[in-house]
């Protein structure tokens, strides 16, 4: 079964920029969604496809996927950005395809 | 705008079933599939498999193969999750969410979730 790996947690100060990793087999041949879910409310999908940004993100949401990393970066950060953030892929190597979320990454902003 | 609003919050006995609904609007039900998440107490997001609005096929998580079992009603724009059998390790907040046409696509909207808790 295909495993996305994410840091459990990741700091940064406001103005700085975050950078949250997902790992996975040869994970630049898949296409990466990412979600930012803050606390009681259902997760919002924050890009899509490796890097573009669904209407209403700001730019400073970004995405890149090569090799075995794909990568969530969040420039200029705020006190708002604070929430878990969570990559996903669909596997479709294995005989019963399905989609794979990765753990989750507690983005906190000190 | 696209909305899907959820059934509310359930109590349920080990052993017991549960059923969802999910109520799509604001965009052509049938042009878009609908796929169901769900988060445990503290956990990460769990896929649990898709459906298509258009035909009413499923790609079930093979972990829960054999006990959900996903539908929809085209006529009241309506999804269905029914889990049966169920365990205490199924108390969860339960999401549906409108997918693309295949599984596996970015997903941009969500319902507001449903939680689901399962005690004898």
């Known amino acids: 079964s295909y495993v996305l790996t994410q840091p459990p947690s990741v700091s940064v100060a406001p103005g700085q920029t975050a950078r949250i990793t997902c790992g996975g087999n040869n994970i630049g041949s898949k296409s990466v969604h990412w979600y930012q879910q803050k606390p009681g409310q259902a997760p919002v999908l924050v890009v899509y496809?490796?890097?573009d940004r669904p209407s209403g993100i700001p730019e400073r949401f970004s995405g890149s996927n090569s090799g075995n990393t794909a990568t969530l970066t969040i420039s200029r950060v705020e006190a708002g950005d604070e929430a878990d953030y969570y990559c996903?892929?669909?596997?479709?190597?294995?005989?019963?395809?399905?989609?794979?979320f990765g753990g989750g990454t507690k983005l906190t902003v000190l | 705008q696209v909305q899907l609003v959820q059934s509310g919050a359930e109590v349920k006995k080990p052993g017991a079933s549960v059923k969802v609904s999910c109520k799509a609007s604001g965009y052509t039900f049938t042009s878009y599939g609908i796929s169901w998440v769900r988060q445990a107490p503290g956990q990460g997001l769990e896929w649990m498999g898709w459906?298509?609005?258009?035909?009413?096929?499923?790609n079930y998580a093979q972990k829960l193969q054999g006990r959900v079992t996903m539908t929809t009603d085209t006529s009241t724009s309506t999804a269905y999750m029914e889990l049966r059998s169920l365990r205490s390790d199924d108390t969860a907040v339960y999401y549906c969410?409108?997918?693309?046409?295949?599984?596996?696509?970015?997903?941009?909207?969500w319902g507001q979730g449903t939680l689901v808790t399962v005690s004898s």
């Open positions: 969410a409108r997918d693309g046409p295949l599984p596996g696509l970015g997903i941009p909207n």
């Open positions: 496809d490796d890097s």
């Open positions: 996903q892929v669909w596997d479709s190597s294995s005989d019963h395809p399905h989609v794979v």
């Open positions: 459906i298509s609005a258009y035909n009413g096929n499923t």
